[in-house]
């Protein structure tokens, strides 16, 4: 696959690139989308690319070896924590095209989680309404009377392997803060990792005899119909389950 060069962080990878400028990176676990505004003093953290990012417009720039400026806009976020699919675009009108589809909920996401079963996992649709409130400078979600969550879920891979784990199906069908997380943890299904709304003890056991502590949870797959420059576009990317995500299920 021939791609522009850009100053990715070499924990990630382009998986996916089309001549019209869309960009499908492969995030790494504990990687930022983008710098946070506010930089916190100590050692600067791990970002999707190695180079400045431009709030504003929502972008990363930087200089190609012949002192061009290059820019790349991200059109929506992972969490640190999550690892996978990203999107990108070197064009900032197809960024907002982009941008318009994920409003429409035109953009198809799926995601692979870990999860230690309590009872039977019910498919289908997951409906939760989720409050988000603010606790000692971080955000916390629950259930509560705030926006609807919704969510399709059905199990990828049944219960087994050394530590007795499944892997599920995630598809969102709305976009609420820690939506994945907090709906698998309201069903006694906390995801393997997960330091906010996870079974910590548990997760501390998973830590200690494999040396893995990160969120199991991976933007897998991405899909989208686009028109750019006159070209009708079936946009499809999908990322490899982590390794380390995969050894938990041995």
Known sequence: MNHPTIPLDHHCSVIHYESTGIWALDKATGVLSHPNKERKKGKPA???LNAEYNHDEE??????KDGE????Y??????SPTSGVI???SKLSTANIIKDLFRTKEVHKTYFALIRPKGAIKEGIWKDHLKEKREDGKIRVWKGTGSVALTKASVERKKGGLYGLAMVR???LTGRTHQLRVQCALRGHSIIGDKSYGDFSFNRKISRATKIDRLCLHAGEIEFKITVEGKSIN???DAPLPR???KLLI
Request: with cysteine; glycine share 4%; charged share 15%.
């Open 46 to 48: 791990r970002t999707l």
């Open 59 to 64: 972008c990363y720039t930087w200089d190609n």
């Open 69 to 72: 400026q290059q820019k790349l």
């Open 74 to 79: 991200l059109v929506h976020r992972l969490d």
């Open 87 to 89: 999107i990108a675009t």
């Open 170 to 172: 995630l598809q969102p």
């Open 235 to 237: 946009f499809f990317a």
């Open 244 to 246: 380390s995500m995969g």
